[in-house]
């Protein structure tokens, strides 16, 4: 892990491959790495206009160095090894030691200065999505600059023209790139600290990955059968929680590098969705929602009002967006006896399970699974098992956090009277009421 502190208060320089001779070499800034797969404190400002630093779900920010009056930034692309949640580990191409890589902060109206050094098997690129810069450092490999060779190091320079959030990923071997979970995300503060301030500032980038039982590699070619739902590349239960302190005010920015649409959902509370990665949203536009659509290739922001403790589940409300290695071809059981289908798993599988006669509850369920494989549904509260996966989190109010305190809180401690509860189940089958000349019902199990 790397020291930030240090970073920004030393002049510290690394040469990479493609940079020849001392004065060349002098010009690359260091390449922080990170090996941490939760979330790191925010990064804040040591000079120039003061802003709220974002934290990154399960990520860091990217340390700078001032040259001048440009910030200047390093990209490593490399291969990586990502856990998706423990138990899991992938290989992955990322940045920076991770997948994705870090989130890069910014003012507007700096001027930034990126160095990308190339580390993978095949030439490179990036492309600063939906930020306005010039076109020959809009990284589209071919059309507005030369790929990125193995080895190679090239510049990107541009200034911070609006803020707001944006995205960086590859275009080159686009598929396979961004299958393989090259992306990140860019924040670009307001130059008035002012505007729109908000107490805590999430961020996370949104992606999909075919990971078959057992394996550790994504397949590239898939298009449509994902089983890996991930904010920055992590799964339920390895999604860090929301920490936050009652009556902040909130921000939630989510960018949307998969391949279908996401509808993000908060408990307990309304928002306001404030910005795209195409510019904030006059407040004279904005409606309350409880869910918002993130679609493909797209950023959405939220702010919310903090108001309500407790602990509130934010998730993706496709239902199979909450699942982990979750095979598509499982018959549909329900209502059928499974006690001669029992017999015949058993005597091909002696290990196997013959499951979902009434439905797919996996509480207390434990079957055998290949190695580097998640259940389906997991994770545990204090009530019992959650049973949820992909892409699902908690976002955790509580009274007594500190201003930076990002550290998990626990489990809510409800006030006496406020948890459902139990009842006595009537003696009798209650009536049921039927329309003049309905049909009866029948349900044969």
């Known amino acids: 892990m790397f020291s930030r502190r240090g970073f920004l208060g030393t002049a510290a320089l690394v040469g990479a491959s493609a940079i020849q001779g001392r004065v060349q070499a002098a010009s690359i800034p260091e390449a922080p790495t990170m090996d941490k797969v939760v979330m790191q404190p925010p990064l804040h400002p040591t000079s120039g206009p003061d802003y709220r630093p974002v934290v990154t779900l399960n990520g860091w920010s990217l340390p700078f160095r001032m040259n001048g009056d440009w910030k200047e930034f390093h990209l490593v692309a490399e291969p990586v090894v990502r856990e998706f949640a423990e138990g899991m580990k992938v290989n992955l191409w990322g940045y920076n030691g991770q997948s994705p890589g870090p989130t890069i902060e910014a003012v507007e109206g700096d001027k930034v200065r990126i160095f990308v050094t190339n580390r993978l098997p095949e030439y490179t690129t990036v492309h600063w999505h939906g930020m306005i810069i010039p076109s020959g450092m809009d990284g589209v490999g071919g059309l507005t600059q030369p790929h990125i060779e193995p080895g190679k190091t090239f510049v990107y320079e541009f200034e911070m023209k609006k803020s707001g959030t944006f995205m960086y990923h590859p275009h080159s071997d686009e598929m396979v790139q961004m299958a393989m979970g090259m992306m990140g995300m860019v924040v670009v503060h307001p130059r008035d600290p002012s505007f729109r301030a908000v107490d805590r500032d999430f961020v996370f980038v949104m992606s999909t990955y075919r990971v078959d039982p057992g394996t550790y590699l994504p397949h590239v070619n898939e298009m449509t059968d994902f089983n890996m739902w991930t904010w920055n590349a992590r799964v339920f239960p390895g999604i860090d929680p929301l920490p936050v302190r009652l009556g902040d005010k909130v921000r939630v920015r989510i960018g949307n590098l998969s391949m279908t649409n996401h509808p ?182």
């Open 264 to 445: 993000i959902h908060l408990h307990g509370h309304s928002f306001a969705v404030t910005c795209t990665d195409g510019g904030w949203i006059p407040e004279s536009a904005q409606i309350p929602e409880t869910t918002t659509d993130v679609p493909v290739g797209a950023v959405r922001v939220f702010d919310v009002l903090a108001d309500n403790p407790g602990d509130w589940a934010f998730h993706c409300h496709k239902s199979h967006h909450t699942m982990n290695a979750m095979g598509h071809d499982v018959r549909n059981l329900i209502g059928v006896s499974r006690k001669d289908l029992a017999k015949a798993v058993g005597k091909l599988a002696p290990d196997g399970m013959a499951m979902g006669s009434t439905g797919m509850a996996m509480g207390n369920m434990e079957m055998p699974a290949p190695d580097n494989t998640l259940p389906m549904m997991t994770g545990t509260g204090q009530f019992g098992a959650i049973e949820m996966g992909g892409m699902f989190t908690v976002m955790k109010i509580r009274e007594d956090l500190a201003r930076d305190d990002y550290r998990d809180p626990g489990p809510y401690k409800f006030p006496q009277g406020t948890v459902a509860y139990e009842v006595a189940a009537p003696a009798a089958e209650p009536a049921r009421h039927k329309p003049p000349g309905s049909p009866p019902m029948k349900h044969k199990m």
